[in-house]
């Protein structure tokens, strides 16, 4: 473990005194609107939509309002913690950074600002595949960082991944299955973003009329670093985000099957952690494969629109798999008492994807570490009111189902 003596350790070095802009920010809602502003129009537009209609995007905001808390009162709620343990880690809120990629664009060595703020805070952190800074420069300046992995097409490419990601260090490997295919991200050529991002006028001019974000970010890290390459998608570094073979890398995934699951479990001796689940069977699959947990999601909304949100099967896979196998949970969570419904309902965690990337941009890693805060708070005080102390307080009996 890293100790705060340790140079690279983010305790080692002090944040400077967070910016203003934090003070006009009172919940993760707020960040959004100020990112937007912040944001060349493609770089948001990739960061905030979704496939086709967005109604999955939708769904996995508007589920949160059929679901309401039953309180307890006159309980002893003095010493309260909301920390929560998993894999034989102890974190200081049951709810961490979701892995999203290409976040570099977003922030200067975004993927570097999520974990140390992640790590500062002692929450987890979870690094994308499709990240634009080597995986080892993450895994070197905040040990306890999760690595998310896209499988790529072939065995042998899946193999040197995963000794890639032991090498670096991560312990915790968490396995991404549902992008079987690209989805048809509609949302993201109206806004002008492309894969491969296609520098043009409608950039250029976003850029001007945003210099913060050209002088501060893209700017920044052409001289220092060159052209961004996804650095983490296969064991050998891959292609710029400017070449025309960056789509041809994310292909030839429709043939992969849980046999490739089987493989990833002989091979990877840390937990093991299958993310993109939404049916009971597979989440039993995963368990009987020997996955560690799992991570129930619909990628945000970004992959097959009209599909359920994560909540609304939570409570059936938590029965399924049984209290001692960790169900982890994403998709539109905004708020603590968003965070305790799931807890409630049976999730070990909650991951937290498109706000802590907002925060980034508004205000690099002080706005993540505001956002990590605004979100501690709310948990703290909802578990009061519940008259809860802790999270395994929690259960099905706080929660009533709205109908109608």
């Known amino acids: 473990m890293t100790t705060a003596t340790d140079p690279l350790s983010p305790a080692a070095t ?12 009172l919940s ?13 129009r493609p ?12 109604a999955s995007l939708r769904d996995n905001r508007e589920v949160f309002g059929e679901y309401a808390f039953t309180t307890r009162v006159l309980r002893d709620v003095s ?36 974990a140390r703020a992640a790590q500062r805070a002692g929450i987890v952190s979870v690094m994308s595949g499709t990240s634009l800074i080597p995986m080892e420069d993450v895994a070197r300046a905040s040990p306890g960082t999760w690595f998310q992995a896209y499988l790529p097409g072939d065995q042998a490419r899946v193999d040197a991944l995963i000794d890639r990601v032991e090498r670096a260090g991560f312990r915790t490997l968490v396995v991404t299955v549902d992008i079987p295919i690209s989805a048809n991200r509609e949302n993201n050529i109206r806004t002008g973003f492309s894969t491969p991002l296609r520098p043009g006028l409608r950039l250029a001019w976003d850029g001007l009329v945003r210099p913060r974000w050209v002088a501060g ?22 292609a710029p985000i400017v070449s025309s073979s960056v789509l041809r890398d994310f292909s030839a995934r429709d043939h992969l099957s849980w046999n490739h699951l089987e493989a990833i479990r002989r091979r990877w001796k840390g937990p093991l952690v299958v993310k993109g689940l939404l049916s009971v069977d597979d ?22 629109d009209g599909v359920v949100s994560a909540m609304r099967v939570l409570e059936a ?5 049984g209290p001692a196998f960790p169900v982890l949970i994403d998709g539109g969570f905004r708020r603590g008492s968003d965070v305790l419904k799931a807890i409630a309902l049976g999730a070990r965690m909650v991951l937290v994807g498109r706000p802590f990337n907002y925060a980034a941009a508004v205000a690099g890693e002080a706005g993540v570490q ?19 102390t802790a999270c395994t307080d929690l259960g099905p009996g706080h929660i009533v189902r709205r109908h109608g």
Do not use: K
């Open 283 to 304: 989440a039993l699959q995963a368990r009987n494969l020997g996955a560690d947990g799992v991570v129930l999601s619909n990628h945000g909304g970004r992959q097959l």
């Open 43 to 54: 770089i948001f537009g990739y960061i905030a939509g979704a496939a086709e209609d967005n």
């Open 14 to 25: 002090p944040l400077p005194r967070p910016p203003a802009v934090l003070r006009r920010m």
């Open 317 to 321: 896979v938590v029965a399924a798999v």
């Open 370 to 388: 505001h956002a990590i805060g605004l979100l501690r708070d709310e948990v703290d005080r909802n578990l009061a009111m519940l008259g809860a």
């Open 217 to 238: 970010t893209f700017l920044r890290t052409l001289l220092h670093h060159g052209m961004p390459h996804f650095e983490n998608s296969f064991a050998t570094r891959g």
């Open 79 to 114: 010493q309260r913690s909301q920390a929560v343990e998993l894999f034989g880690e102890r974190y200081s809120s049951p709810f961490g950074i979701a892995p999203m990629g290409i976040n570099a664009l977003s922030t200067y060595r975004g993927d570097l600002v999520l």
């Open 28 to 40: 993760l809602h707020d960040f959004e609107d100020a990112a937007r502003r912040r944001l060349p």
